[in-house]
């Protein structure tokens, strides 16, 4: 499973946007990107995939360089509700698990 | 149901006691994980079940733990003679076919072993 590098924790002020920053130097070609969220007490949530580019929804946009050793997930104008901690997860299609490290902490500030 | 299942949501178990851990999955989902999250820490997968193939065993931390799948649906998570340090929370999660279709998990159980 290729390793991915992000940090620890940001904080932000409500109606910014954030930017967190994932490394995966690693990735192999078959493997993409995910980003799960984790609000206190509760499982993980998917919010983001994508391979190359950049993929938007209604909840976030995920920016992937042409080398893809990298991706940059993209929050719009941030509300209290968005902290939480976030995972950037590198999938191997054939893996028989995903691997979340300990994730960025976000806080979004008053 | 509409989401992953899982209980009890709080177990408190006294050292060396077994306890069962309880995991509903998205009906139609054929793949179920298990993973255990200590304070503060990533996720630590356990095992995983895929339709009715040998499950992915590998990570669970000692023989005292067992898992089984019952029908393809409901799953059950064991931890024999409960030690201090398997104090964690208990997450569960399904997906369609495997981790590629991305997961949904449950809200987990906080498990205290005292």
């Known amino acids: 499973l290729a390793k991915t590098t992000q940090p620890i924790s940001m904080d932000s002020y409500e109606g910014q946007e954030v930017n967190i920053t994932c490394s995966h130097n690693?990735?192999?070609?078959?493997?993409?990107i995910t980003w799960y969220q984790q609000f206190p007490s509760q499982g993980p949530r998917f919010i983001i995939q994508g391979y190359k580019t950049k993929v938007t929804n209604e909840v976030a946009s995920l920016f992937i360089p042409a080398d893809r050793k990298s991706s940059t997930l993209s929050l719009p104008r941030v509300s209290l509700s968005d902290t939480a901690v976030y995972y950037c997860l590198v999938v191997d299609p054939g893996a028989n698990n995903l691997f979340f490290g300990t994730g960025t902490r976000l806080t979004v500030i008053p | 149901g509409a989401g992953v299942s899982q209980s009890p949501s709080n177990k408190v178990t006294e050292k060396g006691k077994d306890v069962e851990l309880r995991c509903d999955p998205i009906s139609g989902h054929t793949a179920l994980y298990w993973y255990r999250q200590s304070l503060g820490q990533g996720l630590e997968f356990l095992i995983y079940f895929q339709g009715n193939s040998a499950p992915d065993k590998s990570g669970l931390p000692s023989d005292r733990f067992s898992a089984e799948r019952t029908g393809g649906s409901v799953s059950t998570l064991t931890i024999q003679r409960t030690q201090q340090e398997d104090s964690a929370v208990y997450l569960c999660?399904?997906?369609?076919?495997?981790?590629?279709?991305?997961?949904?998990f449950g809200s987990g159980t906080r498990l205290t072993v005292v």
């Open positions: 690693n990735i192999a070609t078959n493997d993409y």
């Open positions: 999660a399904s997906s369609w076919e495997g981790p590629s279709y991305g997961y949904t």
